[in-house]
């Protein structure tokens, strides 16, 4: 057994899909020296304040306890080191950081944001329905309640459910991601490796779970940039040691469609080596920051 900093590797009890990445990158850990264990967010047995970093993953369950999610990563970021920080989780759970994004100048696909229990006659007013309107819960993941619909008229009727529950989005749809939308992956503040997701035929959630595919991609100067500009927007001053950024429309002039600070899955197994480098990255902070 590793005698080194504990980092616990935090994944979710309630899963769409099983996260193949946590116990690999905990292997990997366990290889580099530390002690390392796949634990679950919502588990009242966990010793937060022993681990030297907790490490969040694959928490996709988070989404329907959003609050309570919240609160434990302000809890287990004033017992250990949490990574990525409590208030970059808080910021990035929900996906009005769009409009801050569009705010501050960069590229990201026009996106209406509609409270919880507002009338979204305005926001289906100003959406450009010409190819038409893709509607989402404004704390989601993995495509949870999204869906696409010919104009904004047939976009109402699942919008009006949607701000019964919560805030919701209205974006146009953004006919590229037939073509692929590509997701740029960054370690420690530094350009990891890139894929490209493309939905099956017909569909238009480009996730695996949803008939999706995915291949390695070599990004554009421009997809570079912009990715970048995203991340300079996140509230913390240091490089986040994990982050990626998921865009659409064409390579040469990419917009942003999500920033994914939270618990984004990573794709290493499209880049050699990539996860090597994250468990590097991760041992270094721990060790960094053991007690």
Known sequence: MAAGPLVLVVTGSDMPVADPEAPLLAEALERRGARAQVVLWDSPDVDWAAAAL?????????????????????????????????????????????????????????TELVRRGADPSAALARVDDRAGVVVKPAVSAGAEGTSLHASADDARTALEALVAAGDALVQPYETGVADGERSLLFFDGAFSHAVVKVPRAGDFRVQEHHGGTTAAWSPTPAELAVARAALDRAPVPEPLLYARVDLVGEPGDPRVMELELVEPFLFTAHAPGSLDRLAALVAERAGMLAP
């Open 54 to 110: 907790v490490l969040v993953r694959s928490t996709w369950d988070y989404t329907g306890r959003v609050e309570a999610f919240l609160a434990w990563a302000d809890a287990v970021g004033a017992a250990s080191t949490l990574q990525n920080p409590a208030a970059v989780l808080r910021w990035n759970a929900h996906k009005g950081y769009l409009a801050e994004l569009a705010a501050a100048g960069v590229p990201t696909v026009a």
